[in-house]
T-cell receptor
């Protein structure tokens, strides 16, 4: 398996533009997570899905952020409109889920810069 | 969510054992202790996890105290490639959530 695949790896956009980050989880995994990492705040859990359903979105910073998981093999994190303070590395992770106590696998991340 | 406390940084000589401590005094009976590490700007990498018994795998050993209020991750023979930030996490009970703290930055020196 190729692991968790995120795209793009790097994104530079202007303030006010819409940004969409993409994630393909490991096949067969039922749980998917979006994290954001900055120097100031470390690794923050934004949202997590189980069986394509959002279970906990309490970490989503504000209404400008939205996440979807239309099927088991794809998820998006959208920021509209983007702001400079959204600059961060965004990680997607997946795990088998379903209550099994196994590890989560992380993608390589998307480095977002909003200018 | 149970909170974890780790020292911000540690040093270790190459070839020696690295012992990374973690306090989780508010852990519940059905919550697992997980360890991850993050090398430079890569995605976090799973190392090991446990409930109450000590665990060992090809990467490390995990020692959990009898009262489960603290644990130690042991890298038996540290190498330069083990230089990373190490996160101790208590997995939220009955969910898959992993809440990361600030971690310990381990520097392995020659």
């Amino acid at each position: 398996d190729a692991g968790v695949i995120q795209s793009p790896r790097h994104e530079v956009t202007e303030m006010g533009q819409e940004v969409t980050l993409r994630c393909k989880p490991i096949s067969g995994h039922n749980s998917l997570f979006w994290y954001r990492q900055t120097m100031m705040r470390g690794l923050e859990l934004l949202i997590y899905f189980n069986n394509n359903v959002p279970i906990d979105d309490s970490g989503m910073p504000e209404d400008r952020f939205s996440a979807k998981m239309p099927n088991a093999s794809f998820s998006t994190l959208k920021i509209q409109p983007s702001e400079p303070r959204d600059s961060a590395v965004y990680f997607c992770a997946s795990s088998p889920g379903g209550g099994r106590r196994t590890e989560a696998f992380f993608g390589q991340g998307t480095r977002l810069t909003v200018v | 969510d149970a909170k974890t406390t780790q020292p911000p940084s540690m040093d270790c000589a190459e070839g020696r054992a690295a012992n990374l401590p973690c306090n989780h005094s508010t852990i519940s009976g059905n919550e697992y202790v997980y360890w991850y590490r993050q090398i430079h700007s890569q995605g976090p990498q799973y190392i090991i996890h446990g409930l109450k018994n000590n665990e060992t795998n090809e990467m490390a050993s995990l020692i959990i105290t009898e009262d489960r209020k603290s644990s130690t991750l042991i890298l038996p023979h540290a190498t330069l490639r083990d230089t990373a930030v190490y996160y101790c996490i208590v997995r939220v009970a009955l969910t898959d959530k992993l809440i990361f703290g600030t971690g310990t930055r381990l520097q392995v020196f020659p």
